[in-house]
Structures are given as C-alpha cells and as structure tokens.
C-alpha cells in the first residue's frame, strides 16, 4: 500500500559564517521592534540558543563587531546602547523594496506615464498622420518615405499627406501623500498589522526615490491627531494607545498637497479601523462603539474636499468587517477614488501595482 512517512522536522542552521544571513535577519528584527537594536539582538541571542544560528568559529560576538566595523551599528556615546546608522537604516528601505516588490532596476528619470500623447518622452511605437502644430522631430521619416513612395512613385515629390508622426507618451510627476493609521487597533486581537505597513511604506519611499526621483512622497500617522514623519522615523514608528482621527489625516494631507505644484496629486491610506475620533477645539469627541453618524459626515465631507481639489484617495483596508466595507464603499464614492480590501499578505503588491499604473494628467 502507497502511503507516506513523516519524521520529525529538523530545521537547518543558517551558515553562521555569512554575516549577509544573519544581517537579512537582523534587518526584520529591526522593522519588528520599531529599530531598537538592543531588543534585536536579544531576539537573536534567543533565536540562536534555540536553532543555532551562529557556530563554534563565527559567533554572535562576531556579528556584532562586524556590524559596527561595516557601519550598520554605533554605540550611543548617551544611553551607552546600541544604536543603527543612517547606512543601516538605508538598508532596512532597500531590504523591504525587494520583499514587498521584488528587485527593481534602476531607471534613468523614472516619471509615470500617462494616456495622453504628444510631443512627450517616449515613443510608444504607433503612428498617426501628420498634423498642423505637431514637431518636426517626431516624423517618422522611414514611414513617410515609403507612403510617398507608394502613392506618387519616383516622382520626388512629397505632400503632408504623406506624412506620418510616432505617438509619444508624456510623464508626469506625481505628489503623494501616504497616510498610516497608528491607531491601537493596529496591534489587537493578536495580529501585528503596523510591521507590514511600516515595510509597505519604506518599500515605496525607497521605490519612489530609485525609480521616480522627480515624484514626491510625504508620511502622515495619525491616531488620536495627525502629524507628518520623515523617512529617516518611519522605522521607529509605534502603535500609540490612540483612536482613529481618519479626518484630521486627511486634512493634512491636503494642505500638504496643497503646497505641491504637481499637477498629479493623490492619498494614499493604510488603515484598518473605523473612524472614531474627531479633534473639537482642545477635546476630543470620541465614539469606538460602531460608526458615529458625526464622525463619519466629516469624512465624507473631507472626502468630498479632496474630491473638489482633484486629489483622490486610494483606500487600502486591511479589516474584513462587513459594515466598515460599507463606510469605506461610500467614502471612495464620495470622492470619486479607489478602495482596495486586502489581508496583510497582498498589501504590498497592491500598493505597488496601484501606484505604478498612475496614469493620470491634467492637460
């Protein structure tokens, strides 16, 4: 009788002399514990008593000497701790963009494409006739031989009618805002839903900066309020023990894009709670029981600002809840925007995908 055996499972020893190993996985330790290096190296220490990460000729003394010498790790001349560099803290940005969108090349001027066409960037390989106002450097002068060629013969004359353009794309700049709830929610129930926001973020900061260099981003938390991080915080960024104030968020967020002078102009927002707090003068109006009719109304009216200043709002909800669907349904058709209902897992690629088919342009 065909049947299969089972053992017991012995997991293997990452080679303790590959301090690239070791460094990957110190790297996710890091995003885990808001860039605590010392919580980190605990892990590892714990990780190594229980799979033997390290060895007899390269131990974890080793890698830590080794971190410091290639720059990845000071020693706080202050708290007398570790602490992770600048070049550390570039690796964490580059690391992520490999595991959410894979390894991507970097591109020369990196802009979005759009669906207009014109005297652009790009060829898109199609041609068209020629038209009055259209340049002179984008007639395709093999095409428009031949049409001579084939409608006159030798003659050696040439009319406009012969002639043909190459279609060619415009690109764009894009400014985005990428807004990250902080709220408490972000840690219940047992699932960590901050680390793969975190990682989803310095992903596309890190994309941005390599593959769209003319592109803006700007990172806003918020919870009880809102206030904007610099990349440099991102990996240290903690859930707080907040509400969620999704209004005072997208406020920012417009005033910042307000300020930009690109023409494209968009939000994008991780969350997965509903909106449950608004800010009245120095109170807090609170409700986390349901969707509070008043709270909800200044989203739809925040959404509907948006909406006027032509900034859409991509909303990416990592929660299952039937009725908060409901809320998040009506608030994008509010704006007139994209909402995206996703598990943990597909939060990268969606984001991704979503921001790299930007295609909008204001003529």
Known sequence: MTGFQFSKYIPTNIDGSNFDNLLDLFKQLL?????????????????????????????????????????????????????ITPKMEQAIRKNALEEVFGKLKKSGKGNHKTRFTGIGDENTGDVRNYQFGDSLDQIALTESIKNAQLTRGDSGFMSTEDLVVTEKEYKTQTSTVLMIDISHSMI????????????VALALAEYIKTQFPKDTLDIIVFGNDAWQITLKELPYLKVGPFHTNTVAGLQLAREILRRKRNPNKQIFMITDGKPSCLKEGIKYYKNSFGLDKKIVNKCYNEAAACRRLGIPITTFMIAQDPYLQQFVEEFTKTNNGKAFFTGLQGLGDIVFTDYAKNKRKRM
Not at 31 to 50: C, H, R, V
Not at 189 to 199: F, H, L, Q, S
């Open 31 to 83: 995003l885990y514990t808001s860039g605590d290096p010392t919580e980190a190296i605990d892990w590892m220490n714990e990780l190594d008593k229980q799979h033997n990460i390290t060895n007899s000729e390269y131990g974890m003394g080793d890698f830590i000497q080794e971190l410091k010498d290639k720059g990845f790790l000071d020693e706080g001349e202050r708290t007398g701790g570790y602490e």
């Open 188 to 199: 219940l129930y047992g699932e960590d839903r901050i680390t793969p926001a975190k990682r």
